[in-house]
T-cell receptor, first 113, second 113 residues
Framework: EAGVAQSPRYKIIEKRQSVAFWCNPISGHATLYWYQQILGQGPKLLIQFQNNGVVDDSQLPKDRFSAERLKGVDSTLKIQPAKLEDSAVYLC???????????FGQGTRLTVV | GNSVTQMEGPVTLSEEAFLTINCTYTATGYPSLFWYVQYPGEGLQLLLKATKADDKGSNKGFEATYRKETTSFHLEKGSVQVSDSAVYFCALSDRSSNYKLTFGKGTLLTVNP
């Protein structure tokens, strides 16, 4: 069974530029999460989808971050404009609806200079 | 709200030494508890889990027991190997938080030959 796929693996951008990350969850997983992991910290939830609806986006900085999950499968996370403090690893995870076990992708390491 | 506190690192051990990484939690409901491992440049991998009090999760020689009375889920391994060098995250998830994972800050383990 294929795991959670993310791209790109690495991205370097200048501040005030925009960037987008893509995630393809495990087939059949209705729940999709985006986490932000800043160096030296544990991952923090940015947004949670159930199919193509948002369950929790309370920690998403909505003035610059946006995410969508069209058709309830793939998801895209966008940052516009990026700030230096957005430098982090962005992790996508998916799970079967109503369960506690989530499976993670390899992440996208973003560096904002 | 939910929170996880785990032992600050870094932890440096010699091969075959005994490992303990402490983890305590605060939760409003009845959470499931997890240990995730992150190898250099990789995403998070589930190491073990426990879903109710007194359950013991185990995998690859690692163990952790869900202690409700002390709200703890300490990770142990009797004899570590160089290949165990990684960052270890304690996490919890429950229905009251829509099954999102709440992570500790992570503990960096380095095992020397």
């Amino acid at each position: 069974e294929a795991g959670v796929a993310q791209s790109p693996r690495y991205k370097i951008i200048e501040k005030r530029q925009s960037v987008a990350f893509w995630c393809n969850p495990i087939s059949g997983h209705a729940t999709l999460y985006w986490y932000q992991q800043i160096l030296g910290q544990g991952p923090k939830l940015l947004i949670q989808f159930q199919n193509n609806g948002v369950v929790d986006d309370s920690q998403l900085p909505k003035d610059r971050f946006s995410a969508e999950r069209l058709k309830g499968v793939d998801s895209t996370l966008k940052i516009q404009p990026a700030k230096l403090e957005d430098s982090a690893v962005y992790l996508c995870a998916s799970s079967v609806s109503g369960t506690t076990e989530a499976f993670f992708g390899q992440g996208t390491r973003l560096t904002v200079v | 709200g939910n929170s996880v506190t785990q032992m600050e690192g870094p932890v440096t051990l010699s091969e075959e030494a005994f490992l303990t990484i402490n983890c305590t939690y605060t939760a409003t409901g009845y959470p499931s508890l997890f240990w995730y491992v992150q190898y250099p440049g990789e995403g998070l991998q589930l190491l073990l889990k426990a879903t109710k009090a007194d359950d013991k999760g185990s995998n690859k020689g690692f163990e952790a027991t869900y202690r409700k009375e002390t709200t703890s889920f300490h990770l142990e391994k009797g004899s570590v190997q160089v290949s165990d060098s990684a960052v270890y995250f304690c996490a919890l998830s429950d229905r009251s938080s829509n099954y999102k994972l709440t992570f500790g800050k992570g503990t960096l383990l380095t095992v020397n030959p």
